[in-house]
């Protein structure tokens, strides 16, 4: 059964804009005049392993939006090599073990040329194994530092969305220079709030900054004014992390306890990713500075390509589905499906992949890639691919909250984020 | 290195999307830990202890009264006409069998998955126990039987004796299914579970007749006919909800179980995704592994929550048996006290899936516009828009929130209501029928405290 004609109703159910409406409009099916030049006008499968339930659902939504937009535009363009695309989405249900069953029902039942999407960590880890052996090439966008930390192999890369460390150690020049020296984070204990502590703690060491304190919350915690006290009267600045359903007590409590005297706050929108602003209990966040991955709110500089894109998926100027207002979009990722589909397509088309005989072709190709320049494939902005750890890197965000929106003061450059290799995958056999 | 989860604010905003059953509600976690819902437990467990000391000033009998039903039309014959609706939901499971092996592999762009989970576990269930006998036109099971067998002879006899113990085992390896296999929602796997449940009820059917096994074996039938003893009407009768339970229901020891089973199911269902028991079974709720992980202690604490409630609630008869001054066989009142759960078994199911629902509904409709992904759109479905904001809008989440507490007190005081009725049919004096209740009185307010407590605890899974 085709999914192509799935694209359409997808961007159907899940609110798609005009912009997108568009793109799909040319009705670019399989067959049709659009590929006839190709070999076959067989379609290039692409399996998509969707966090359609679970706990990964409200990401697993947009990336679905995303991903189906950016398949529209690439067969609106012509295809890959001349034949159409077709997503064959699957649920991973955000579970490591569903993931690489996926897998495999990808490579052996549905026969794609390539897996994409994963965001979840643990599902990635999971996962890419099983990619390995299947010697199926694997296109996550999970964020996570496992790709360059060279815990996975050769069949897996992360080409369209940056990797944690690389977010974190981008920060430290901005908070140094801007918001304080002496840091203190709160973070959830584990090894999501452990990595932040170690990455960030290293990387404003060697800005001249200290972290004065270091608050590890236990993650079933859902009330934090006990932990208050322990943040030193000398800090200057709070880094905060904290991931859960207990995130918007723990902005209120913090806004009761510091009133109207506070330290600079700085934290990853992770922690209100899809949630709006404006909600009741974030008043306290005016003023604060957060991470983002690409500036949910429209700016007044927004390139082309960026308006673009935020047409081609449906979101409003202030982030959320045009057709449901209240909807905020996990905007600070969800361009990595988009432009970790174009990589593919680039990909594919300079290797001149032909089938599931060329994947490994595929993997050199892009293992080869550099720069990526800002344009619609890539309209979070410039990106350089490091074809050692099969990882991105790009431009940082930091916006702060002012009259209920964040709006961007400053962009950390893409080699803020830089840093050594820690893998050179290409050395791996196939 | 350690690997970098991310977490984030999926654990915030949990699933939502979700098709099945086992990762309902709480969209809206962020903003239900920030109402005020200590006071709304204590007022929600007021109402039911408030509920039992008015039961206390009723003279003996006076319930039997308002429990009474009124009789309209008792003479109407049997209509065959629920026949076709039968078959035609024979023919409507064939094609989303069919749709399951063959169409979408999203569960989220699936009729077979979406149909099964939010129309007929979620919706059909709340209609079968509130409005009217659906099950009865919509059960797919005969309708085929039928066709191919009009005149069917059963090849052997199913006992009597055996009642409906088979359902009972049936709906507890179903509700396994339920919470704790590890891809309930994949289209192709449910299709073909489907289908193999299909084709045992078919051949249960011919060798022990269509009747007995329907009423004995096919857990969905019995479930629904048992929880059809609290619809208000009847066969021309019309009473307050619980009242076909004082007049011509029989139960037995497998009724009992089959509603404790339900309970603690549903129970289980809304405790499993707790950071409470997360924290219980080592699992960090910002890290939750995903089900394949969880198979096992998912699976023990199901069974262990149906084991668990059964002693809990057997000691709480058990006391008051002992404590009366008349003889009441314990047997006897554990089999019809356990019957007055129903209402909250009911309560927990449209409380715990209510927020899915909301969601999932659109899916169905929006999906059915195109059922087979041929890029259909039938009567212009597909061009509505599936809508979840509603569901980051605080004043939404708190109306939402209130009606689920709502319902989930509501079903505790008719349980209350009903516990204090059979209480009457086996004592005489006042004072009796509040001894025998003294147990299950304390059981009742404490359970409503946890019901109230589940749905507002953070979440992880």
Known sequence: ?430 | MAPILKPLLAAFLIAVSSVEPAFAHAADQGFVLLLPTTAYIIGGTLTVAITILLLVCLRPGQLATVLRPIVLNRGRGDSTWHHWGQIAASLCLAGLILIGLRGPTDPQANLMPLVLWTVWWMLLFVVQALVFDVWKWVNPWPGLHRLLAPDHKALFRLPKEVSIWPAVILMAAFQGFVLADAAPNDPGRLARFAFGYWMFTLAGMTLFGRRPWLEQVECFSVLFNLIGTMRIARAGAFGLPGWQVFHGSRFDLSHAALVLVTLAAGSFDGLYETFWWLAQIGVNPLEYPGRTALIWPTTVGLYGSVLLLSCVFGFAVFSGTVLVREKIPFKNAFIHFSITLLPIAIGYHFAHYFVTFLVQIQVVIATLADPFALGWNLFGLGSRRVMVGFLTVPGTVKAIWLTQAGVVVMSHVLAVILSHRTAETFCHTRRDILVLQLGLSILMICYTIFGLWLLASPRGA
């Open chain 1, 1 to 430: 059964m085709t999914k192509t004609s799935n694209i359409s109703r997808r961007k159907t159910l899940l609110g798609l804009g005009a912009g997108a409406g568009a793109l799909a409009a040319g009705g670019v099916l399989p067959g049709s005049l659009g590929f006839a030049q190709a070999q076959s006008s067989a379609p290039i499968k692409i399996g998509f392993q969707k966090h359609a339930t679970g706990i990964g659902a409200a990401y697993g939504r947009w990336y679905d939006v995303a991903t189906n937009a950016a398949a529209a535009r690439i067969n609106e363009m012509g295809g890959i090599n001349g034949r159409p695309v077709e997503i064959i989405t699957e649920d991973d249900a955000t579970d490591p073990g569903r993931g690489a069953e996926v897998l495999e029902k990808f490579a052996n039942q549905h026969e794609v040329d390539v897996a994409f999407g994963t965001l979840f960590s643990h599902v990635v880890i999971g996962s890419a194994p099983r990619a390995g052996e299947l010697k199926l090439p694997y296109f996550v966008v999970s964020e996570g530092h496992h790709v360059a930390s060279g815990m996975l192999n050769r069949y897996t890369l992360q080409p369209g969305i940056t990797d944690v460390k690389s977010q974190v150690i981008s920060m430290a020049p901005f908070v140094a220079d801007n918001l304080g020296k002496k840091v203190t984070m709160i973070y959830p204990d584990f090894a999501f709030g452990h990595d932040h502590r170690d990455f960030f703690s290293e990387a404003i060491e060697a800005q001249g900054g200290e972290v004065v304190a270091k608050i590890a919350i236990p993650p079933t915690e859902t009330t934090f004014t006990r932990y208050f006290p322990n943040i030193p009267r000398e800090t200057e600045v709070i880094y905060h992390v904290m991931v859960g359903p207990a995130v918007l007590t723990f902005v209120k409590e913090m806004g009761e306890f510091f009133g109207p005297s506070r330290p600079e706050i700085f934290g990853f929108i992770d922690s209100l990713e899809a949630v709006d602003i404006q909600s009741p209990g974030l008043e306290f966040l005016e003023g604060t500075y957060f991470w983002e991955g690409m500036p949910r709110y429209k700016q007044a500089n927004e390139s082309e390509a960026a308006s673009a894109y935020r047409a081609a998926v449906g979101v409003n100027d202030s982030g959320a589905a045009i057709d449901d207002p209240s909807n905020v979009a996990t905007y600070a990722h969800m361009f990595g499906c988009w432009e970790t589909l174009h990589v593919i397509k680039a990909g594919m088309e300079a290797a001149d992949y032909q089938g599931p005989a060329d994947r490994a072709k595929l993997i050199e190709a892009v293992e080869a890639m550099s720069d990526m320049p800002e344009s619609i494939e890539h309209p979070q902005g410039d990106k350089v691919f490091n074809g050692k750890t099969h990882q991105a890197f790009g431009k940082q965000f930091i916006s702060k909250v002012g009259d209920g929106r964040l709006d961007v003061v400053h962009t950390a450059s893409i080699e803020d984020g830089l840093y050594e290799d820690e893998v050179d995958y290409t050395t791996r056999s196939f």
